[in-house]
């Protein structure tokens, strides 16, 4: 793709998903709050004020979205929780659409909280594992070894295990930190050796996910983050325009260092380049087509 269709397909597109940790912001280490990167506020308010759709996906399940929101708005960014999704909003959709009632949940209330505003009976290690259908992990920094073991007993009757994320590591102020759902899901798969299904990035499922958010089918999607791994892989993936920011995990070498079919379609500097890409809008919303079918 020349840099010429780059730059029209970004200009055409019907909406945009951006990552939050290293793309907009970059929060403490526990993430209570966050500090805005250069140029993100100013973006934001242009695509809102241009009428073009944009949402946030974060992998972290620290908070509640709401939470994530108030948190954002104090950094300046003027955003709605509809606008926020996190891997714990997706399970609830998933889980609903399978029909589970009962779900084992390690985590803290950010993990927990969508899957109770769903509808969802959420059982805590120590409750006993009868009935539960499922076992999804997000952020759980308290861990121990009760949680794996009922795990690994729900995964032993049959519930299917699902997290957040399986990354190694997110970006903070303080540089890498280590992401604890990949850590918990490692020591159940070597105990029980179940698959494990993956909600946030990268995941096809979160790019549904949001294209059924933005109505807007992921072909017409342009997908924002640092992570190559992450970001990168699932817009490629999905059949999405990539681009990757340089503020966050991904150095100019990690995308430098990626195949062709893999790269991010455009690198730039930090979010607030992106400006340029997207001209001024004369008739309001763009048609977006028809947004992912639910998995």
Same mark, same amino acid.
């Given at each position: 793709?020349? *840099?010429?269709?780059?730059?029209?397909?970004?200009?055409?597109?019907?909406?945009?998903?951006?990552?939050?940790?290293?793309?907009?912001?970059?929060? /403490?280490?526990?993430?209570? =709050?966050?500090?805005?990167?250069?140029? %993100?506020? &100013?973006?934001?308010?242009?695509?809102?004020?241009?009428?073009?759709?944009?949402?946030?996906?974060?992998?972290?399940?620290?908070?509640?979205?709401?939470?994530?929101?108030?948190?954002?708005?104090?950094?300046?960014?003027?955003?709605?929780?509809?606008?926020?999704?996190?891997? =714990?909003?997706?399970?609830? &959709?998933?889980?609903?659409?399978?029909?589970?009632?009962?779900?084992?949940?390690?985590? @803290?209330?950010?993990? =927990?909280?969508?899957?109770?505003?769903?509808?969802? %009976?959420? @059982?805590?290690?120590?409750?006993?594992?009868?009935?539960?259908?499922?076992?999804?992990?997000?952020?759980?920094?308290?861990?121990?070894?009760? /949680?794996?073991?009922?795990?690994?007993?729900?995964?032993?009757?049959?519930?299917?295990?699902?997290?957040?994320?399986?990354?190694?590591?997110?970006?903070?102020?303080?540089?890498?930190?280590?992401?604890? =759902?990949?850590?918990?899901?490692?020591?159940?798969?070597?105990?029980?050796?179940?698959?494990?299904?993956?909600?946030?990035?990268?995941?096809?499922?979160?790019?549904?996910?949001?294209?059924?958010?933005?109505?807007?089918?992921?072909?017409?999607?342009?997908?924002?983050?640092? *992570?190559?791994?992450? &970001?990168?892989?699932?817009?490629?993936?999905?059949?999405?325009?990539?681009?990757?920011?340089?503020?966050?995990?991904?150095?100019?070498?990690?995308?430098?260092?990626?195949?062709?079919?893999?790269?991010?379609?455009?690198?730039? *500097?930090?979010?607030?380049?992106?400006?340029?890409?997207?001209?001024?809008?004369?008739?309001?919303?763009?048609?977006?087509?028809?947004?992912?079918?639910?998995?």
């Amino acid at each position: 793709m020349s *840099d010429s269709d780059i730059v029209k397909r970004i200009a055409d597109s019907g909406g945009v998903l951006f990552d939050l940790d290293g793309t907009l912001a970059l929060g /403490d280490q526990d993430s209570r =709050s966050y500090r805005a990167l250069p140029g %993100a506020v &100013e973006l934001l308010s242009k695509l809102r004020r241009e009428g073009r759709p944009f949402a946030i996906f974060t992998n972290g399940t620290h908070h509640t979205p709401l939470a994530y929101v108030q948190m954002l708005r104090r950094a300046g960014f003027a955003i709605e929780e509809s606008s926020l999704l996190t891997p =714990s909003v997706v399970a609830a &959709e998933l889980f609903r659409r399978k029909g589970y009632r009962r779900v084992l949940v390690l985590g @803290v209330q950010g993990v =927990s909280q969508p899957l109770v505003d769903a509808g969802l %009976a959420v @059982v805590r290690p120590g409750d006993g594992e009868t009935g539960v259908e499922a076992t999804f992990v997000g952020w759980h920094p308290d861990f121990g070894l009760r /949680d794996i073991e009922a795990a690994c007993r729900a995964g032993w009757a049959g519930a299917p295990l699902y997290t957040a994320s399986a990354a190694p590591f997110f970006a903070t102020r303080a540089g890498k930190t280590v992401g604890i =759902s990949g850590a918990i899901c490692a020591a159940i798969r070597s105990v029980t050796g179940a698959r494990v299904t993956v909600l946030g990035k990268p995941s096809l499922l979160a790019l549904r996910a949001a294209s059924r958010r933005l109505g807007v089918v992921p072909a017409r999607m342009v997908v924002v983050g640092d *992570d190559p791994t992450l &970001e990168v892989a699932m817009a490629r993936a999905g059949g999405a325009c990539a681009v990757g920011v340089k503020t966050g995990l991904g150095a100019e070498n990690a995308f430098a260092a990626l195949a062709s079919h893999r790269s991010a379609h455009l690198v730039v *500097d930090g979010v607030g380049d992106l400006s340029a890409y997207f001209p001024n809008l004369t008739g309001g919303r763009r048609g977006t087509g028809k947004a992912a079918s639910p998995p």
